[in-house]
């Protein structure tokens, strides 16, 4: 992800200018650190800030939307306005171009109608009121800030131009994409071509206004040296502009340890002095150089001082690293500006550097710094006097009052109840002495809320720590990711995105998790991710990593249900195979009785008993059948006690 666009104030950098993701400029003043202006324009989530740059100063002011009034207002304060004027040109997404008044604290003008795609650079004239910009649209435009329309408009390259400079003497025009060229600008015709870098060049600037052989007759151009760096590169170009065309490449190169985000020099103006370098790092480091350009150097040149800055450790905590955002000479060459913390609230701090140590660690305690910002701030709000029989609100919770307490007194309750053998307060004394704080009211439960969950979240994403994203993104709670999700900034959403990705390569059981942070992100800031430009390159490993998995979906829903058949299966047959044998010796046989039986019994009986049991046998029959007559009666509806009726049958 690039680096938000920043850019300090041409006269002795009072004033720095940082944008950020969501389209906010803020301005801030380097002095105290105090943030002075905070623009957001209309249309600052679809056309983000992408490039910064302040006007020189001797520029003229562009017209506002009230002209007239506005040449009558400068002809009356005449000098004064040209002393304060700062102009701030941004360039957005969409192509257009904003020049924001700091002094009005408001827009002056837009520049629309001269590029089609992403603005990547903006450069000031130094003497006329002419601005420089160039676009992924392959155009370097030439505008009248006067008039707010294009004056001149060419074709820069066969892709897209990343960075402008223009010459000391204001006749030249260095672009760059991938090769570098430098242009006439009276007749737009490319004057020298230079080697360029592997990858799209990111910062141009002159080093020197002078040419280092004196006793040649001086052009304006030929001889001098100018600075190039690219992204994802490691190694900062020197160049010098020669009068035969032969010589393409760099003159010599400095250095880094990482790619580099800010760079600022000292203009050498004669011959012995030397040019110094500050390249701020994408790890956070600075990066100091020295040298005198004096030629050919084929080894590249390291830094002659490595500044970082660091928290103080204690026995709790260890030292933590402070990224470095920015850094500026001041007018002395000798001290520098360093801009460093959080990208929302910097801490901008002057500082004086001795680079003959070759590494310096600077330790700030930021949240004391802050702290003490914020106090200093809260004193100069002047509090009436208030007797005490005055009854205050206190905010948060309808209906509570309490009253105003003098500090004396508090510091006397304290006093009185630290000393021994003092008799106890009453517990209706204690209950009126209470002073609710809503902020210090727990939930119930004791568990951590979403607020406190998202800023854990946007803190592990600035400072890469693994324990506090673990700790966040194993929630499996669905309403605490969507909320979470929903409370967080947005210049951390692609951040967010990134890391996700990253945990969805590892073992199925994160990606089961990671699944439920990228439906909340996709659903609640699907309206800010469709506004960026470069959506595809940003989601392409993401889009890739999806498509490899849901690639194997049907073949591995096949084996699954090929798998569950066989399991079921098996398990059919294990199941048949442990079931005991069923004993299938009848309890009950119940047999119908024939003819054949019958005779067969008969005949069995005769043979077996003799005629006395036979005899027998006969008196048990009868006395049987008269027992079935009796049972059929009575089922009948005949009684043994209703004796007429069985004489009239008889």
Known sequence: MAAPPCAFSPRGCRLFASAGPDGRLRVWDTTGSRLQHEYVPSAHLSAACTCLAWAPAGARQPPSKDGPQRKKRKSEVGGEVDKQLDILAIGTAVGSILLYSTVKGELQSKLDGGHDSRVNCVRWHQESCCLYSCSDDKHIVEWNTQTCKVKCKWKGDNSSVTCLCISPDGKMLLSAGRTIKLWDLETKEVYRHFTGHATSVSSLMFTTVKPTNESKPFDGITGLYFLSGAIHDRLLSVWQIRSDRKEKNAVMSFTVTDEPTFVDLTVSEV?????????????????????????????????????QIATPGDEDSTPKPV?????????D????????????????EKVSLSTSESHICLVRDIQKVLSLKTDAAVTKVKTPVVNSDAKVLVPGIPGHSTAVKTPALGKEKKKNKRKPGETEESIEERLGALDIDVSKVKTPGGLPQTDSFAVLLVQGLESNDAEILNKVLNTRKENIVKNTVARMPIHAVIPLLHELTKRLQGNPYSASLMVRWLKSVFTVHASYLSTLPDLIPQLGMLYQLMESRVKTLQKLSRLHGRLFILVTQVAASQAVQDVPEVNQTAKLVYEDESSEEEGSDDEMIADKDSDENWDEDEEKEEQSDEQDMTVEKEINGDSDLEPENESEEE
């Open 271 to 307: 011959k012995e002095e030397p040019v110094k370098l500050a390249v701020v790092c994408r790890d956070g480091q600075l990066h100091l150089f020295e040298h005198i350009l004096n030629g050919y150097c084929k080894k590249p040149l390291t830094s002659n001082c490595t500044v």
């Open 323 to 331: 990224p470095i955002l920015a850094a500026a000479f001041c007018t």
């Open 333 to 348: 060459k000798q001290s520098l500006l360093l801009v460093y913390g959080n990208a929302l609230q910097p801490i901008i």
